[in-house]
């Protein structure tokens, strides 16, 4: 995927049952990425915006990464003890 020529939107978790995955570079609702509070996930295509996303706001790849990078997104590292 070429991050450059991708537009991303943030969605409301409710909304994730109106995504059409076959318009979307997301495989599924399993491959989404969701806020630490799980109230948001995100989705992201290239070309024109598929109509279930009309209206909504879109981000550059720029803009989207400072936001999942942020304190509501960032999730924990995990550190395997066992090795």
């Known amino acids: 995927m070429n991050f450059w020529k991708t537009t991303w ?3 409301n978790a409710s909304e994730v049952d109106s995504v ?3 318009q979307v570079n997301e495989d ?3 491959t989404l990425t969701y806020s630490l509070d799980n109230s948001q996930t995100f989705v992201s295509f290239q ?3 598929p109509s279930f ?3 909504k706001k879109t981000y550059t790849h ?3 990464v400072p936001i999942v ?3 509501l997104w960032k ?3 995990i550190i395997d003890i066992d090795e």
């Open 20 to 22: 059409n995955f076959s």
């Open 47 to 49: 070309g024109s915006t």
């Open 9 to 11: 939107v943030i969605i």
């Open 28 to 30: 599924s609702v399993n």
């Open 53 to 55: 996303l009309s209206g």
């Open 62 to 64: 720029e803009e989207l």
């Open 75 to 77: 999730t924990l590292e």
């Open 69 to 71: 990078n942020g304190p």
